[in-house]
């Protein structure tokens, strides 16, 4: 039984087996002994326990499954471990998926984020919350950059359910006077990323020499950032970013997706000694609703809260193909959904 008097911050953590929650879990968990993280996740195919084994016996970490649709599941665990504060990145997060059936998008997104700010507002005296948002909420942007100030232009169900949770969570803040921070963040990559999205897809087809798919003419443009990278922003603006504001967050790396997919065939060829990949690129039908480009200006957590992307993208996109590499086996789980066994395994005979 885990004694949550001791902490002197009792933290959910939604999303926490997925691929930023489990990046941030990993680095949290072990620097703030202080506070106990309760992972609330109930684990769709994006959700991967095994991603926590480094922190999974850790004693300021616990792991709940649970529904953040679930409202009932939820104040059970609200009660339980008197919680103060939420990291809130549990969502239905691939764009494709959301166009082929929004309906989970709007349910996990919008009414999940609402259960947990009527939670919230029960201890609005001694809370925060911080959601985990998208700059797709802005739409594409020809020239220039988005500032926190932009006009929301959502095109895809996915970034229109993140629009919207964003909305309630501002609203919560200005009616009941939540303490609320919101982070906005760019195109993430790195390990432990489900290979659905471009750059774990594009390693693992060009790892099995199998076509890689380009939508529309690959010049769209994404600004990306090294997932390690997000999880210090997350933590700085958890602890210091100022209640009801937003923070935009984006290291400035834009790159077209065909640089992308030809960077990562390069590298692996170079690393394996067997290309060249590039032949793999397979120009397929567009993403219906595609956004052009994104970029984001993040001068405002520079100047308020030091922060600053330290890792440089063709290092970070380097080091990420070569964890790829050597985590293979990894990447074969998502595909035969072994992982999805892990929570049986080792989960469901234990005791928190
Ligand atoms: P992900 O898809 O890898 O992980 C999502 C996690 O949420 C999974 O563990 C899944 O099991 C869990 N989950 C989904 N529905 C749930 C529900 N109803 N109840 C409880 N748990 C549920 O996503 P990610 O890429 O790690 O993104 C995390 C958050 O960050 C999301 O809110 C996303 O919108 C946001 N974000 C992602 C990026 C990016 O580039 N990946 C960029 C900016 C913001
Ligand atoms: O911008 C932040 C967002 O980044 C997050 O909010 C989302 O959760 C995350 O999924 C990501 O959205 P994108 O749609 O930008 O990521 P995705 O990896 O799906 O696609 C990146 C770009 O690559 C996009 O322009 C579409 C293109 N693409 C994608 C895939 C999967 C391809 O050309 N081929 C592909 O097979």
């Known amino acids: ?40 996740d109930c684990l769709t195919y994006a959700g991967n ?30 009660e339980k471990y008197d919680v103060n504060a ?8 691939h764009v494709d998926r959301s166009i082929i ?43 220039g950059l988005f500032s926190e100030l932009s006009p929301y232009n959502p095109s895809s169900p996915y970034a229109a359910s993140k629009a919207s949770a964003d909305y309630l969570v501002q609203a919560y803040h200005k009616t009941y006077r939540l303490d ?12 432990y990323q489900f290979p659905e999205k471009l750059v774990p897809l594009t390693i693992r087809n060009a790892l099995l020499k199998k076509e890689i798919p380009i939508y529309g003419d690959g010049g769209n443009i994404r600004d990306w950032i090294f997932v390690e990278d997000h999880c210090r922003a997350l933590d700085l603006i958890f602890h210091g970013g100022r209640s009801g504001n937003t923070y935009n967050i984006g290291a400035g790396y834009e790159r077209p997706n ?23 690129i397979t120009f397929v039908g567009d993403r219906p609703g595609h956004d052009r480009r994104y970029a984001l200006d993040s001068s405002k957590i520079k100047s308020e809260l030091g922060w600053e992307a330290v890792e440089s993208f063709d290092q970070a996109l380097e080091n990420t193909v070569r964890w790829y590499l050597d985590n293979q086996e990894w990447l074969d789980d998502c ?5 999805l066994k892990y929570y049986e395994k080792n989960y469901s005979r234990r005791r928190n």
């Open 258 to 280: 065909l640089d992308i997919v030809t960077g990562i065939c390069r590298i692996i060829d170079r690393m394996l000694g067997d290309g060249p990949r590039e032949r793999l």
């Open 49 to 78: 326990l095994g991603n926590l084994k480094t922190v999974e016996n850790d004693e300021n970490y616990v792991f709940e499954k649970i529904d953040v649709r679930n409202d009932e599941l939820l104040a059970d665990c609200f």
């Open 86 to 93: 939420v990291i809130h990145l549990a969502a239905e997060s």
């Open 180 to 191: 609320t921070v919101i982070s906005n963040c760019s195109n993430n990559f790195g390990p």
């Open 1 to 40: 039984m885990i004694s949550k008097d001791r902490f002197e911050k009792r933290i959910i953590v939604t999303g926490g087996a997925g691929f930023i929650g489990s990046n941030f879990l990993r680095r949290a968990v072990p620097r703030y002994r202080q506070y106990l993280f309760v992972n609330i």
């Open 101 to 143: 059936g929004p309906e989970a998008f709007i349910e996990t997104n919008i009414r999940g984020t609402f259960n947990l700010l009527e939670l919230a507002r029960r201890r609005v005296h001694d809370f925060r919350f911080h959601h985990v948002s998208t700059d797709e909420v802005f739409g594409s942007i020809e020239d």
């Open 335 to 339: 595909i035969s959904g072994e992982y």
